[in-house]
């Protein structure tokens, strides 16, 4: 088989198997609890986990593994696999020593594979959801102290950490693969964002004004070079500067809301270095002169998101429909982009014997920046080519997640990118034409966090 077919081949037999399966289910009655094809071979982990958790350790274990093709335009055709594999544990202070309240967060995580974005399909953003480390080996990331006070209000953490940990965090984001997985991308990088499960050293202070209302800043260095060790180096040598963000929210559970909300208002302000996408040290273009990027000492941004539950079966079913949407902005004007919009809608239960299954789709727009078209036309001059692309890019998603297990899931992912840049791969001729990435990715989670909210 080709290599640039391998993802669309895998999400046309898993997608297959999936409509296959729900098809034999469909009769079953609504009302029976929900039931899963590997349900029982998970039953003798979770009672290990369960003790655990009784004793003040809860165990995390979670593993994903991307395979996605770029099938038609794109700088090139060509399909890559990435994943990562995260060990952790959060251990109640309380249970284990008397400390009420309290809580130790530690996690160990190992990446491998490829990314698409970078080896094919070159557009600047990430199109599977882990963003991965280039070193493949075993890291120490997540390492820090959680203590609450004021009747649980107020939430203080320090140590190793990361701001990814705190801010833009949605409900649904992680629904889809790209742009959106973790926080929406240029809140992640293009804010001075540090990324779980990498950390570096942090601090993050939130209270609950109320039950649905919160605030929250923090402080956190800004560290790139963290890649390249083990996690266990904890020296700030090579630190570039810090971030301080912050973030209020809005949000309700169905615990206490039939139809719940989720807003979240944020902005950060850093001085950690980033690299000038046009120019280099010496004023030049870097596409047509080539050179180290200028450095820029400071960024600033903001971002607005949020979700609605706006349907569901009824009001002792849990499938339903939530609208997704939001909108980020880095201030500054040396990013590759200006601007990230996007809107969407996840449907829980599409099938009545298949509850815990969601459907997703997610339309996003990207507006390259000035400065980044220049030098991508520039590049292109050099590489023998012509031509300027069109900045405004539309990031198009449509995926069906099946879970197999409470733990364990299969997604079929289909997309469409329209203009799409070529900012991972900039010295090539001629304009990337409208992408078709098809992909395929298996999940797996056990246990659950402990502390937090």
């Not at 098809?23 to 009655?29: F, I, K």
Request: net charge negative; hydrophobic share 35%; proline share 4%.
């Amino acid at each position: 088989m080709k290599e640039g077919s391998v993802g669309s081949y895998c999400a046309f037999v898993t997608l297959a198997a999936l409509m296959g399966m729900s098809a034999t289910t469909s009769a079953r009655a609504q009302s029976a609890a929900p039931t899963f094809p590997l349900q029982e071979d998970f039953a003798a982990i979770d009672k290990f986990i369960d003790d655990l958790n009784k004793d003040g350790v809860h165990f995390r274990l979670s593993y994903t593994d991307e395979a996605f093709g770029n099938t038609a335009g794109g700088v090139k055709k060509g399909s890559t696999n990435v994943g990562q594999l995260q060990l952790g544990a959060d251990l109640d202070m309380n249970k284990l020593v008397g400390i009420p309240r309290a809580w130790v967060h530690t996690t160990f995580y190992k990446d491998f594979g490829g990314s698409e974005s970078i080896k094919n399909l070159g557009v600047g953003f990430k199109e599977q959801s882990n963003y991965k480390n280039i070193y493949e080996r075993w890291h120490f990331g997540l390492f820090d102290w959680e203590q609450k006070l004021v009747d649980d209000k107020l939430d203080i953490e320090a140590g190793r950490t990361a701001t990814s940990r705190y801010y833009a965090v949605t409900p649904y984001g992680c629904n889809f693969s790209a742009v959106t997985c973790n926080m929406p991308y240029l809140v992640q990088s293009e804010q001075g964002f540090s990324l779980m499960p990498s950390a570096t050293w942090g601090s993050n202070v939130k209270y609950n004004i109320t039950r649905e209302v919160y605030a929250q800043t923090g402080l956190f260095e800004v560290d790139t070079f963290m890649q390249h060790n083990t996690g266990f180096d904890f020296a700030t040598t090579h630190a570039t500067g810090v971030t301080v963000p912050v973030e209020v929210g809005y949000k309700t559970t169905f615990a206490t809301d039939d139809y719940p909300v989720n807003v979240l208002a944020g902005g950060e302000w850093s001085d950690g270095q980033h690299g000038d996408p046009l120019n280099n040290t010496k004023g030049q273009s870097r596409g047509t002169y080539g050179g180290t990027a200028a450095t820029v000492k400071k960024r600033t941004g903001m971002w607005l998101l949020g979700s609605k539950t706006v349907w569901r079966a009824s009001p002792q079913d849990q499938r339903n429909i939530a609208l997704i949407a939001g909108w980020a902005v880095p201030f500054d004007k040396t990013e590759v982009y200006d601007n990230q919009i996007y809107t969407g809608a996840v449907w829980t239960g599409p099938i009545a014997a298949r509850s815990r299954d969601s459907l997703g789709l997610l339309v996003n727009y990207f507006r390259v920046s000035a400065r980044e078209e220049q030098y991508l036309y520039d590049a292109r001059v050099k590489a023998g080519g012509h031509g300027k692309e069109n900045p405004n890019e539309i990031v198009t998603e449509l995926s069906y997640a099946a879970k197999m297990s409470p733990h364990f899931s299969i997604t079929p992912i289909a997309q469409y990118i329209f203009n799409p840049d070529n900012a991972n791969i900039p010295a090539v001729k001629t304009i990337p034409h409208n992408a078709v990435v098809l992909g395929i990715k298996f999940a797996l989670s056990l246990g659950s966090q402990g502390g937090g909210d």
